[in-house]
């Protein structure tokens, strides 16, 4: 979906009454508050992913979601931010409803400029000449008057608020997975983002009940990801280093010839799962594709083998790239399962 060009003009009708009542110090100070800033600022971005940004189409103005990287561990930030254009390039003002310092988001931008905004790649650039800046917030103020009233209250604790330029760039290979596709994926990516940077690994949650029904029929149920029709998976048999005991993993692959393609990603998390250190230990296993049961050998690859098997994992399934910049300083491992004679 294409990000709408927006003019900096003065409210209208109905819109300028909304923007009018929003600029009170009522309204300026619930944007503050603790709870608004949860439900606006945190779900907002969810809301707009899993409509595929049509939810906030009833505000008087237009937002769209910015992704950035967090400066400190480099994963994924996402914010509903206002915003209009001044030529090709995007404009938005990192306001903070006037409180006393910048938001997160910002210094994100400024760390790793390259972002999305609105599901498209851009390059961000803090605006330093005194003039373009004075220029632009001039347009914003009479764009959104509100941010009038924001940047009063936020000179009171001595702080200016900038403007930040959106310079579109080049798309790259994994810029924004939810960009297309329909509301099934985008509600699969959006969840396990969502928990992902919340911490939670659901994967022991789901593993038993979704191979027994993988088992149980031979892989009509449990063999696709819903919503990615290239996204299969495959049930991993492997051994307990420690315990001995033989544990089952469904996990996404592709096939690279007569292999099976594997990544420990655990959807991002910091250490590597559980199932990647008992294969090394005990490369030798089975693994089930479908109604069919394998005897292979695992191992791990390397260089620009990993680099060639990894382009195709992320093909197949967009929130590899996601689990890639999750998981920070951490190189998730891919693994071949490699036939062998019984």
Same mark, same amino acid.
């Given at each position: 979906?294409?990000?709408?060009?927006?003019?900096?003009?003065?409210?209208?009708?109905?819109?300028?009454?909304?923007?009018?009542?929003?600029?009170?110090?009522?309204?300026?100070?619930?944007?503050?508050?603790?709870?608004?800033?949860?439900?606006?600022?945190?779900?907002?971005? &969810? =809301?707009? /992913?899993?409509?595929?940004? @049509?939810?906030?189409?009833? +505000?008087? *103005?237009?937002?769209?979601?910015? !992704?950035?990287?967090?400066?400190?561990?480099?994963?994924?930030?996402?914010?509903?931010?206002?915003?209009?254009?001044?030529?090709?390039?995007?404009?938005?003002?990192?306001?903070?409803?006037?409180?006393?310092?910048?938001?997160?988001?910002?210094?994100?931008?400024?760390?790793?400029?390259?972002?999305?905004?609105?599901?498209?790649?851009?390059?961000?650039?803090?605006?330093?000449?005194?003039?373009?800046?004075?220029?632009?917030?001039?347009?914003?103020?009479?764009?959104?008057?509100?941010?009038?009233?924001? &940047? =009063?209250? /936020?000179?009171?604790?001595? @702080?200016?608020?900038?403007? +930040?330029? *959106?310079?579109?760039?080049?798309? !790259?290979?994994?810029?924004?997975?939810?960009?297309?596709?329909?509301?099934?994926?985008?509600?699969?990516?959006?969840?396990?983002?969502?928990?992902?940077?919340?911490?939670?690994?659901?994967?022991?949650?789901?593993?038993?009940?979704?191979?027994?029904?993988?088992?149980?029929?031979?892989?009509?149920?449990?063999?696709?990801?819903?919503?990615?029709?290239?996204?299969?998976?495959?049930?991993?048999?492997?051994?307990?280093?420690?315990?001995?005991?033989?544990?089952?993993?469904?996990?996404?692959?592709?096939?690279?010839?007569? /292999?099976?393609?594997?990544?420990?990603?655990?959807?991002?998390?910091?250490?590597?799962?559980?199932?990647?250190?008992?294969?090394?230990?005990?490369?030798?296993?089975?693994?089930?594709?479908?109604?069919?049961?394998?005897?292979?050998?695992?191992?791990?690859?390397?260089?620009?083998?990993?680099?060639?098997?990894?382009?195709?994992?992320?093909?197949?399934?967009?929130?590899?790239?996601?689990?890639?910049?999750?998981?920070?300083?951490?190189?998730?491992?891919?693994?071949?399962?490699?036939?062998?004679?019984?």
């Amino acid at each position: 979906m294409s990000l709408p060009h927006v003019a900096p003009e003065p409210p209208r009708g109905a819109n300028r009454l909304v923007l009018r009542l929003l600029s009170g110090r009522l309204s300026c100070a619930l944007e503050r508050s603790l709870p608004f800033r949860l439900l606006v600022w945190r779900l907002g971005p &969810r =809301a707009m /992913a899993l409509t595929g940004r @049509r939810l906030p189409s009833f +505000l008087p *103005l237009a937002a769209a979601v910015l !992704e950035t990287r967090d400066a400190r561990n480099g994963r994924p930030h996402r914010r509903a931010i206002v915003y209009f254009n001044d030529g090709e390039d995007v404009i938005v003002v990192p306001s903070k409803g006037g409180m006393a310092s910048d938001p997160h988001w910002l210094e994100n931008a400024i760390a790793h400029p390259e972002v999305s905004f609105g599901g498209q790649p851009f390059r961000a650039e803090v605006v330093t000449d005194a003039g373009e800046r004075a220029r632009l917030i001039e347009l914003g103020d009479t764009y959104y008057p509100p941010y009038v009233s924001y &940047r =009063a209250h /936020a000179a009171r604790y001595g @702080r200016t608020i900038p403007a +930040l330029r *959106l310079v579109p760039r080049q798309p !790259e290979p994994g810029d924004d997975p939810k960009a297309s596709g329909g509301p099934i994926s985008r509600l699969i990516l959006s969840a396990s983002q969502l928990a992902n940077e919340r911490g939670l690994y659901l994967g022991r949650r789901s593993t038993r009940v979704h191979v027994a029904l993988y088992r149980r029929t031979g892989g009509r149920l449990g063999a696709h990801l819903p919503g990615f029709p290239t996204a299969r998976i495959a049930l991993v048999d492997h051994v307990g280093r420690k315990t001995g005991r033989r544990r089952t993993s469904p996990l996404i692959f592709v096939s690279d010839g007569d /292999a099976v393609v594997i990544a420990a990603s655990k959807a991002g998390q910091p250490t590597h799962p559980s199932w990647f250190h008992n294969l090394i230990a005990n490369p030798e296993t089975t693994v089930q594709v479908g109604a069919e049961v394998r005897s292979v050998r695992a191992r791990l690859t390397e260089g620009d083998e990993r680099e060639r098997l990894w382009a195709k994992l992320d093909a197949a399934y967009p929130a590899f790239d996601f689990y890639r910049r999750n998981a920070g300083d951490r190189q998730i491992p891919v693994v071949v399962l490699k036939p062998r004679r019984p």
